[in-house]
């Protein structure tokens, strides 16, 4: 049975639209791309809630830290790759740093930007915004997930950033399946080797189990979305059970979920761990698919990862 095909961006607009009608306090700001990130839908409804910056990321971040000191919960959107950038200073010193509640969404993340060139393919921005303190990372993995994290973030206090993606992915969580901020979902069980991704790549990690499986090989599949507080305790139980990790980043694998994975284990439960994701380069322009078999982010590399970790963990 195909899946629906949807950006997260449209969970993001969703969620936008669901709090808009049950949190007078959330506001939205834009820097000039509405339509783009789907904060239309939620101008459309509540035009005196929405304020459209203009092209000044630096700004649409202190105006959302003057809301949040007035008791509003504002979600300043953009595409990751600015937002991340050019305003990195305002998030770092006039959010975090007085832990303020601002929400952030990047959109256009990974390689969903990917015609438009290095420029805007956003691959830098977990990891800058995973090391900020008081900075909560969330990564939906589709549209569904991406509404619920847009209203959990709404109701966590501090600073989160979103990431979410422009290219439509498939749908393959339902409504009622659960979703915690810090909490990771046990996808499918596995004893042999554990595959730990984030985002639309997930449901590539799941294909990657299917693979193993017609293989012999019990591959347990984790959707750990909230890269920052990781949930350690999912980490350090899949390396003491299946004994091997492969970690997956639509992302520079420097600082990002596969750093996060390796950071936790190595002082605890220290199994052998493969890392699949971009590594220190910038991507030529091409559709995500494209980009996607040429960067190795497809099921069969993460099929050929686990295979290699399952070499290290038997000494071959």
């Known amino acids: 049975m195909s899946l629906k095909m949807l950006p997260t ?9 669901e709090l808009g009608a049950t949190r007078p306090e959330v506001v939205v700001l834009d820097a000039d791309l509405a339509k783009s990130t789907r904060t239309d839908w939620f101008q459309a409804k509540y035009p005196e809630r929405f304020f459209d910056i203009g092209i000044a990321e630096q700004d649409m971040i202190g105006t959302a830290a003057g809301l949040s000191l007035g008791g509003k919960v504002p979600f300043a959107t953009t595409y990751a790759v600015f937002v991340a950038g050019r305003a990195w200073d305002q998030i770092r010193t006039t959010v975090c740093y007085s832990n303020l509640n601002v929400k952030i969404a990047g959109a256009h993340g990974g390689i969903s930007a990917g015609g438009d060139g290095a420029t805007h393919q956003s691959l830098e921005d977990v990891a800058v915004m995973r090391v900020l303190p008081n900075m909560t990372v969330i990564l939906p993995c589709d549209a569904i997930e991406a509404k619920k994290a847009t209203i959990a973030a709404a109701s966590m206090h501090g600073p989160c ?6 290219e439509a992915t498939p749908v393959f969580t339902r409504e009622d399946d659960p979703f915690e901020i810090g909490k990771a979902i046990v996808m499918k069980p596995g004893e042999d080797v554990t595959i730990i991704a984030a985002g639309p790549l997930l449901h590539e990690a799941l294909l990657a189990h299917d693979q193993l499986a017609a293989e012999g090989v019990s ?49 605890t439960v220290p199994v052998p761990v493969e890392m699949v994701g971009i590594v220190d380069t910038f991507l030529e322009c091409g559709l995500p698919e494209e980009l996607a078999v040429a960067y190795n982010l497809k099921a069969k590399d993460f099929v050929d990862a686990a295979k290699r970790v399952l070499k290290r963990k038997r000494g071959d």
Do not use: C, W
């Open 9 to 17: 961006r449209d969970g993001y607009g969703n969620g936008l639209v």
């Open 161 to 166: 950033y979103l990431r979410f993606a422009r």
């Open 219 to 267: 591959a347990r599949v984790i959707n750990m979305h909230t890269v920052k507080p990781l949930d350690a305790a999912a980490v350090l139980a899949a390396a003491k059970e299946t004994g091997a990790i492969v970690t997956v980043d639509e992302a520079q694998l420097a600082g990002g979920l596969g750093g996060a994975v390796a950071e936790t284990l190595v002082s």
